[in-house]
């Protein structure tokens, strides 16, 4: 075998390792759940601001922290092409309530 054979078999042995021992990092995804006994106060009235063009309004909830409800005032989030925003929400559970955080959902409508 020639010495340019050689090497080429080293470096697509070496390659053929190194994408078999590949693993791709891991998504940074982490759910907390929180449940809590009492239901949460009634939503407080925001004065929703006019769309602005690139920009999706996530309206204001009740938040569990330090052991009460802490309201979380409304905010913009940039817009994510083919994702629809889905705001918190408390579902009941149980004997209690479960909050369920902001999620970002791909829209199936959407095309390129």
Same mark, same amino acid.
């Not at 590949?22 to 759910?31: C, G, N, Q, V």
């Given at each position: ?16 390792? !190194? ?19 009492? *239901? ?13 063009? !690139? ?11 330090? !052991? ?5 005032? !409304? &905010? ?18 149980? &004997? ?8 970002? &959902?791909?829209? *199936? &409508?959407?095309?390129?």
């Amino acid at each position: 075998m020639s010495l340019t054979r050689t090497l080429a078999a080293v470096a697509a042995l070496g390659l053929a390792v !190194g994408a078999a021992s590949y693993t791709p990092p891991a998504a940074a995804r982490e759910y907390v759940s929180v449940t809590v006994g009492t *239901r949460p106060p009634p939503p407080r009235f925001e004065r929703v601001p006019p769309p602005r063009a !690139g920009y999706v309004w996530a309206p204001g909830y009740w938040n569990w922290a330090r !052991g009460r409800y802490v309201w979380v005032d !409304g &905010h913009w989030y940039a817009a994510r092409p083919g994702y629809v925003y889905r705001a918190p929400v408390w579902r009941p559970y149980g &004997h209690g309530w479960r909050f369920e955080r902001e999620t970002w &959902h791909r829209d *199936r &409508h959407w095309h390129r």
